[in-house]
């Protein structure tokens, strides 16, 4: 007897409509499965013979054949588990399949019978939704993921037992119920603050600037001098998700198993800071079957790289493309696959191999040959797409033990939630949210600036040696700054300070 079930598939982050079919004919036993499936779900005999034994349920010695359409579709991934089995028991006269055909089955078993939780269930269901797909069956585990996403009718089972005899009629599963992403949200909580941060104002008023408009930043500076604690403070200061930014960044963390079963939807902007040891394929994504890395899985939030010339050359060249493009292309044999990546890039670094070059209160050990080779790991187009260059000094005794209060993150978060606002009414219908992610089309249109800026900004042009995208970024820049105070037009002193940023590439680089 055939019975065909419906599931669901995923390439990337979009969803396809797919076909589970069984076939169960008289001849010798055997269990073959066929339509362009990968090791995991050829696999599968094994965990759902025994999966449907364990349940007390007849597995049947006969001829098994599954077919997993589109025959043309790479699939991958254990989550089929549950379709075939209720397949194989629809097909071998254990279960009317009238019901079971009206849904969506996803789940992969235990050799108990445990249905268990399965990556990619986010994406699937907003996939589906578009389709007008409405009812599923998914794994207890993904209960939370599902219960952001309204118009669905969600059956959440912990069995294959439980599966049966729901759809037998025998019992009644509650749908899962769709939760509020502002309630969740409004309970996180901030774990770094600019207020313990003493000091370094000048670097505290750069990263309130590379907030307001998603500029990239290098902070330079000898080993102690808060560089890391600036970098995990710049969260706070982020404007909130919004409930389609987090949608977005969960869907790809669902692709990658590290969302957090308990809440089911990020919160918060992510944070991810890879070791210098991190290799090309997991900061970029890739593998045999193409997963998100690194770029991608902050998408939408901060990727920090903590010393950064420490990290291999080639690695970070990788990083030039999807910082223009703000999305990375992982093409791999079995599959090519376009994933955001439009994130904020916080780098911080030594100046030297000592980490002393250029301090006001210590003393550099290196050679000139030294500290050029140690500069020189950082080539000169990745520099050039990092918007601001800031020095961070030490700072002093009697700054540390100040009891003064430092400017709380909740009070700078104002100011750059302030300057997003306006940011949004400018750009609104169009795909740009941020005055980093602006085209040369709307940098013509917004940036206007008067002759003696003009003039300003040409001296430092032709002084530091700036590239195009050197001056097209400090436009931006400015366009940041007159934002947070408000301005409507670019005046010189805000010229003034975006170039100030960028005064470093002659200092170090030249």
């Keep these: 007897m055939l019975a065909i079930l419906n599931s669901f598939g995923l390439s990337g982050l979009e969803g396809y409509k797919m076909q589970v079919e069984v076939d169960i004919n008289q001849g010798l036993p055997g269990y073959e499965v066929v339509g362009l499936v990968g090791t995991s779900i050829k696999e599968s005999k094994e965990r759902i013979k025994s999966a449907i034994k364990n349940s007390c349920l007849q597995y049947p010695i006969l001829k098994i054949i599954v077919n997993m359409a589109p025959a043309d579709t790479k699939k991958e991934g254990p989550m089929y588990d549950l379709p075939i089995a209720i397949g194989i028991l629809c097909a071998s006269d254990q279960l009317e399949i009238t019901k079971a055909k009206e849904f969506v089955m996803l789940g992969e078993l235990g050799l108990n019978g445990s249905v268990n939780k399965v990556n990619g269930i986010l994406p699937m269901l907003i996939y ?99 560089k890391t604690m600036l970098a995990k403070a710049f969260p706070s200061i982020l404007p909130d998700l919004t409930f389609e930014e987090a949608l977005e960044i969960s869907k790809i963390h669902s692709i990658a198993g590290t969302l957090d079963t308990k809440t089911g939807i990020l919160t918060k902007r992510p ?20 997963k998100p890395g690194e770029i991608s899985l902050c998408h939408n939030g901060v990727l920090f790289l903590d010393e950064m010339p420490e990290y291999n050359r080639n690695t970070l060249e990788t990083l030039r493309q999807p910082l223009e493009d703000g999305v990375i292309t992982v093409s791999r044999l079995e599959a090519s696959v376009v994933y955001p990546a439009n994130f904020t890039l916080i780098a911080s670094m030594n100046p030297c191999p000592c980490g002393n ?75 740009n949210y941020a005055n980093a992610k602006m085209t040369d089309k709307q940098i013509k249109q917004y940036c206007q600036i008067s002759e003696e800026s003009n003039e300003l900004l040409k001296t430092a042009f032709e002084k530091l040696n700036l590239s195009a995208r050197a001056y097209n970024r400090i436009l931006k820049v400015a366009r940041t700054i007159a934002d947070l105070e408000g301005s409507q037009d670019i005046q010189e002193q805000h010229i003034m300070e975006a170039i100030s940023y960028r005064s470093l590439d002659n200092k170090y680089w030249s």
């Design 271 to 290: 944070f991810r800071s890879p070791h210098h040891t991190t290799t090309m394929i997991a900061l970029t994504g890739g593998g045999r079957v193409a």
């Design 357 to 431: 070059y250029g301090s006001t209160t210590k003393e550099c050990k290196c050679t000139p040959q030294a500290i050029r080779k140690y500069l020189n790991k950082l080539s000169g187009p990745l520099m050039d797409r990092i918007d601001m260059h800031i020095e961070v000094d030490n700072v002093n005794y009697d700054d540390l033990r100040l009891e003064a209060n430092e400017e709380p993150s909740q009070e700078v978060k104002k100011r750059v939630d302030s300057a997003r606002q306006i940011q949004l009414q400018r750009f609104a219908g169009s795909d």
């Design 128 to 226: 589906a939704k578009q389709l007008g797909i409405k009812k599923f069956i998914i794994p207890k585990a993904n209960e939370n993921e599902a219960s952001f996403i309204d118009g669905l009718e969600i059956y959440p089972v912990s069995s294959l037992t439980e599966t049966v005899k729901f759809l037998k009629n025998e019992i009644e599963i509650e749908k899962v119920k769709v939760q509020n992403f502002k309630d969740l949200q409004s309970k996180s909580t901030i774990s770094n603050d600019f207020k313990y941060v003493k000091g370094q104002s000048q670097a505290k008023r750069a990263l309130e600037i590379a907030a307001a408009g998603g500029h990239n930043v290098l902070l330079i500076g000898p080993p102690g001098s808060g």
